[in-house]
């Protein structure tokens, strides 16, 4: 029977239901975690004896870019990040090639044998969803899901002048719909509609060109919004002035914003059991956060500023960030943050490249290598490190490199490591620039995460933070069947042998998705479907009339007609609406 | 050192990916293994031993093993690539990407060679006798980094993009080369006895070009220092009197490429 099996004896981490290494075996049935299994199910059921082993759900990345067009320029532009990178096809899999960059094949195999199962694409333009779609729908065994990007988009801004909240949330609400996407994506809110005449943004109080709307409204307003309509996740932020020096106080006071809206969640949904309530509890999800928080004035006396947006999370329970770690070596930086892009161009003289997306948004695209010998990428370094160890709660962090950005997501294992091995750490302070050290106040913490903690940071928070944690995120019954099992013993585990670390991340000994093992020691045994979410969210009719009544006025100004804006169900695999604002 | 020696037993169509014929890969092993060794032809896998006849033996390890190649390898791409030791001797002409990532060893070629020869190449000697193709020790397509050391020898011509990108070691050319020789160069040596149609050094940041003959389109991003009398590059020399350039300051105002031209065959410069 496919989708049953059982994962005897492992110690396993399962942190929205408070298993703390506890030796269980989880049984799932059909695809999802149930309590037990009859002796009839048992004679069928597969058996993984994951003794000495740590069991953990599958692990969720709630912040990667990994579909659409920007990955795909990505590709095109560094045919070098593809030719030394590549595996055969075999009977099961597709061949594939790439690093930073991977074809979606290799990217959704690579991701499964490192045990993750869950995958959010961080940033869809809406006009280009189509083709998000399409590379979601071909990225074998990850379920999926992205996030729209509005924080620049024409009608918003419009309606949020005009103070009409009403409509802003009629037109987001059909924007998930029409492009089957599920949150809101804010990149350098009014900043990005400045570039398209060659110029930024860099208070919260400065007016963009036209729409006269500044940072600070934009990101009230979206962030209203979005608990209007009781979205499943919160604002995902990428904050203004991004990368550059002094831009933490820009990110804290952005973060403050939010500070007043409570989090209403309200999803129709079948929540799986969990000891901690699963709902979401935060009205801002700042994303790469290692990106946002450089303090000083240029890049010769730049230094860390992660400890004031630290103290500041930590005085307060609205906000959740993501890391964007940066662990050494080739990236390829990619954002709807068009200049930013241009400002890594000016500092590297690298290939980039940059696009308008019409009424709607931004990009840009540039290769990155992040080196041990240079002190501001030594410095982010250790950056990125702070802001999962220097913020307390680890309910407040989630584990990424803003993949491929900071680093591709297969240098996660290194990042885990460093979090969880002070010894790790010691020994990249021994190899970096000085900076590293004398910047940031990494060197004098002495924090090591367990793998709770990790759990905490790589599954249960990321599915929480979004909305997820109905299915994804833990092992309680109800859930998806989605486990990862790391050759790694608890009982024996410690923390200075990072080699064992390492070791033990980089490939899972099984990655099981809906109960069937999908990857074993690196291998793909199984290539079952996959689902995509969107969120499919309800406001009324006559609001709904309303608001179209402009977007079809406005229409003239697309380069498409507006019949064929929307992004059909049948470029979705399995599409899963998660209903929203439902009235009960 | 032991001969091992590979002999064409049939015209080759499709073109082989055969970065297994190496003396890394083919010491220790017996000629009946080396028949077995696959390369790619097209999307099949082949054992070498279906076009070549394969005698002789191989030493214990890369250093002591010679591979000699009987017949035109024209067709045969990437032979010697990522070679550490030992020696290679092409006794036709060499396909493409020959050499390329070579890290140590001998490389001998007595026929021509096509292109990306000893791209990215990082140590060793490569030896071209007769001429070479496009993109010697060149990066590879879309990177910026190619030819970090080592030395590659052309007694002939060769043509377009030598040395692009290259951070280090030499390429010797007996002939000329033909558009945009050392495009992006970031140090090394490039010395052209002959000379060379244009593009010299565009985009170049630092090392150094010299083309003794004429360059019949000088790029304009380069600025004259001075003339010199008589070149030498460690054992190398270049006699006659040379006209110094820096640049590319098309790029950058801080430029520090150095571009020599032979002052006898650019009396317009």
């Known amino acids: 029977m496919t989708g049953t099996i059982v994962i005897k004896n492992g110690h396993v981490f399962d942190p929205l239901n408070e ?25 069928a059921a597969k058996v993984i004896d994951a003794r000495g082993m740590t069991v953990m759900p599958g692990g969720v990345d709630s912040h990667s870019h990994v579909a659409g067009a920007k990955v795909n320029a990505g590709r095109q532009m560094r045919p070098e990040d593809h030719y030394k990178t590549n595996t055969l096809k075999t009977d099961l899999t597709h061949s594939g090639s790439g690093y930073t960059v991977p074809s979606v094949y290799k990217q959704g195999y690579d991701y499964a044998a490192m045990g993750y199962t869950t995958v959010f694409e961080a940033a869809v333009p809406p006009l280009e969803a189509r083709h998000t779609h399409e590379e979601m729908r071909a990225t074998p065994l990850l379920d999926m899901g992205g996030y729209l990007v509005l924080g620049n988009n024409w009608f918003l801004m419009r309606y949020l002048k005009e103070g009409d909240f009403e409509k802003a949330a009629a037109y987001v609400a059909w924007m998930m719909k029409t492009h089957k996407t599920y949150g809101i994506k804010c990149v350098n809110p ?85 000891k901690i309530d699963p709902s979401r509890d935060r009205s801002v999800y700042l994303t790469h956060l290692m990106f946002n928080s450089f303090a000083g004035t240029s890049w010769r006396d730049c230094e860390s500023g992660v400890k004031g947006i630290a103290d500041y999370i930590n005085s307060t329970d609205h906000v959740v960030i993501d890391s964007g770690c940066t662990p050494f070596g080739e990236a390829t930086v990619m954002t709807g943050d068009g200049p930013a892009i241009h400002d890594l161009y000016t500092l590297t003289g690298n290939k980039w490249s940059n696009t308008d997306i019409e009424l709607e948004c931004g990009s840009g695209v540039i290769p990155f290598t992040y080196l041990k010998s240079n002190p501001v990428h030594s410095l982010q370094w250790a950056m990125g490190l702070e802001t999962l160890l220097l913020i307390k709660d680890p309910w407040k962090t989630i584990m990424t490199t803003d993949s491929p950005n900071g680093g591709p997501f297969t240098k996660y294992p290194e990042v885990m490591t460093w979090i969880m091995s002070e010894a790790y ?47 994804k995120g833990s092992l309680g019954v109800g859930a998806d069947g989605d486990v990862t099992v790391y050759d790694l013993d608890p009982q024996t585990l410690n923390p200075d042998n990072y080699e064992e670390l390492l070791r033990g991340f980089r490939q899972a000994a099984y990655t099981v998705k809906g109960g069937e093992i999908v990857a074993k020691a690196g291998e793909i045994v199984a290539v079952p479907e996959k689902r995509t979410y969107y969120s499919e969210v309800h406001v009324e009719a006559a609001r709904e009339k309303e608001m179209l009544a402009d977007v079809k006025e406005w229409f003239r100004y697309y380069t498409i007609g507006f019949a064929n804006y929307p992004t059909p169900e049948k470029y979705l695999e399995n599409p899963t609406p998660i209903q929203v604002n439902q009235e009960s | ?148 050391g080592g030395r590659i020898v052309i007694d002939g011509s060769a043509r377009h993009q030598l040395g692009g990108g290259m951070d280090g070691g030499e390429i010797l050319v007996g002939g000329s080369v033909r558009h945009f020789c050392g495009i992006h160069q970031n140090g090394g040596l490039i010395a052209v006895r002959g000379g060379a149609f244009r593009g010299v050094g565009v985009e170049m940041n630092g090392g150094t070009i010299v083309i003794c003959g004429k360059i019949e389109r000088f790029s304009p991003g380069f600025e004259l220092t001075g003339t010199e009398s008589g070149l030498s590059f460690g054992e190398l020399e270049y006699e006659g009197e040379f006209k110094k350039f820096t640049g590319d300051y098309a790029v950058s105002k801080r430029a520090k490429g150095v571009l020599y031209a032979g002052a006898a065959k650019n009396p317009e410069l």
């Open chain 1, 425 to 471: 750490r010691k020994q990249t302070f021994g190899e970096c620039h000085k900076w590293a050290n004398d910047r940031t106040e990494l060197g004098g913490v002495n924090r090591e995460l367990s793998l709770y903690d990790l759990a905490i940071l790589t599954r249960a928070n990321p599915a929480k933070t979004i909305g997820m944690a109905h299915r």
């Open chain 2, 1 to 148: 050192m032991e001969e091992l020696r590979l002999t064409f037993k049939k015209e080759i169509d499709i073109k082989l990916e055969a970065d297994v014929i190496t003396p890394d890969t083919f010491a220790g092993k017996t000629a009946e293994e080396i028949e077995n060794l696959s390369v790619w032809q097209g999307p099949n896998s082949v054992p070498l031993g279906e076009f070549f006849e394969v005698e002789g033996k191989t030493g214990a390890t890369a250093e002591e093993t010679l591979i000699r190649i009987i017949g035109d390898a024209y067709r045969v791409k990437q032979i010697g690539a990522e070679m550490s030791a030992g020696r290679i001797e092409i006794e036709g002409s060499a396909g493409m990407r020959v050499g390329a990532g070579m890290k140590g060893g001998e490389l001998v070629v007595f026929g021509n060679a096509d292109s990306w020869a000893g791209m990215e190449m990082e140590g060793g000697l490569l030896h071209i006798k007769g001429d070479a193709g496009d993109h010697v020790g060149c990066a590879y397509r879309g990177a910026w980094h190619g030819m970090k």
């Open chain 1, 190 to 274: 009014a900043g990005v509609e400045n570039w398209g005449w060659g110029k930024n943004i860099n208070n919260l109080d400065q007016a963009n060109i036209h729409f006269e709307m500044t940072p600070r409204e934009m990101i009230k307003g979206l962030t209203e919004v979005n608990e209007m309509l009781g979205m499943p996740m919160p604002l995902h932020l990428h904050a203004n002035n991004l990368g550059h020096p002094g831009c933490c106080e820009i990110t804290r006071e952005s973060l403050k914003i939010p500070a007043p809206v409570r989090a209403r969640q309200k999803i129709d949904v079948e929540w799986a059991e969990t």
């Open chain 1, 19 to 43: 298993l703390n290494g506890d030796v269980l075996d989880i049984f799932i049935r059909d695809g999802k975690v149930v309590r037990e299994l009859s002796p009839a199910d048992m004679k």
